[in-house]
């Protein structure tokens, strides 16, 4: 089986421009998250959305956004970058919306410039 | 949310056994303690789950006192392939799967 799965891989942008990052769960996962890691950090929690609806959002501005769609797969949205938003973002599918595993994939690296 | 502590850093050396202790004193009843294992540019795997007493899988045990405020993760005969960052969690049942991570104990295996 697939785990979760990416892309792209490594992105570079300049400050001011968008970016869109995708992510498509484990086959049968209808929950998706998405965390920020900066280098040398823990990850960030940004967002979750459970069957296409917003679960739960973090401390983020509204220059994130998300969403997911009927086949479960999502998109995670940074307009108007900065230097700060460089880091690996990473996203993880669970089963279910409540109390489980999380399975995350090899994120997509993001660098600034 | 409960917040947790936990050593920046071990050192350890091939086939021993690591022991890393997270606190975490206002854990909540509704809370779940939980183990994420990260290697570099990698996102992080899920170790192991418990709430209370000892809990043992094929890769690691925890241990969890009567009073919750603490938990100790066991890594046995650990190798070199076992130099990660490891991250102890508490996870709110009711929190829609919002995972809080620390900073890590970043675990170095030596041979």
């Known amino acids: 089986d697939a785990g979760v799965t990416q892309s792209p891989t490594h992105l570079i942008k300049t400050r001011g421009q968008h970016v869109t990052l995708r992510c498509s769960p484990i086959?049968?996962?209808?929950?998706v998250s998405w965390y920020q890691q900066v280098l040398g950090q823990g990850p960030q929690f940004i967002f979750q959305?459970?069957?296409?609806?917003?679960?739960g959002r973090g401390n983020f501005p509204d220059r994130f956004s998300a969403r997911q769609f009927p086949n479960y797969s999502s998109e995670l949205n940074v307009n108007a970058l900065l230097l700060g938003d460089s880091a690996l973002y990473l996203c993880?599918?669970?089963?279910?919306?409540?109390?489980?595993?999380?399975?995350f994939g090899p994120g997509t690296r993001l660098t600034v410039l | 949310l409960a917040k947790t502590t936990q050593p920046i850093s071990m050192d350890s050396y091939e086939g021993q056994e690591v022991n890393i202790t997270c606190s975490h004193n206002n854990i909540a009843t509704n809370d779940y303690i939980t183990w994420y294992q990260q290697f570099p540019s990698q996102g992080p795997r899920f170790i192991i789950q418990g709430y209370k007493t000892k809990v043992t899988n094929e890769v690691a045990s925890l241990f969890i006192p009567a009073d919750r405020k603490s938990s100790t993760l066991s890594l046995p005969r650990v190798s070199l392939s076992d130099t990660a960052v490891y991250y102890c969690?508490?996870?709110?049942?009711?929190?829609?799967?919002?995972?809080?991570f620390g900073g890590g104990t970043r675990l170095m295996v030596k041979p």
């Open positions: 993880a599918s669970i089963t279910s919306g409540g109390l489980g595993e999380q399975f």
């Open positions: 969690l508490v996870v709110d049942n009711n929190a829609g799967n919002m995972l809080t």
């Open positions: 086959s049968g996962h209808k929950s």
């Open positions: 959305y459970y069957e296409k609806e917003e679960r």
